[in-house]
């Protein structure tokens, strides 16, 4: 693998949610299957859309 290569985000809590979205990870269970075949752009956009859902299940309260 090259230096630009991402790297999988998985952290070995492999639990899906009700939407198939991994609680360790936030990968649905489609990115996570086609991982290992998907270019380093779509392992980009991935992470990208992962890091999304992510923010989104931690809302900011503001005081």
């Known amino acids: ?3 630009n290569t ?3 985000p998985c ?5 899906l949610d009700d939407d198939d979205i991994c ?7 489609a990115e996570i299957t086609d ?6 752009e779509e392992k980009r956009e991935v992470l ?6 992510r923010d989104g299940s ?3 309260q503001l005081q």
């Open 35 to 40: 991982w290992f075949m998907a270019s380093d």
């Open 11 to 15: 952290i070995s809590v492999c639990v």
């Open 23 to 29: 609680l360790g990870c936030y990968r649905s269970a």
């Open 6 to 8: 991402p790297q999988s």
């Open 1 to 3: 693998m090259s230096g």
């Open 58 to 60: 931690f809302p900011v």
């Open 48 to 53: 990208r859309r992962a890091r999304e859902r």
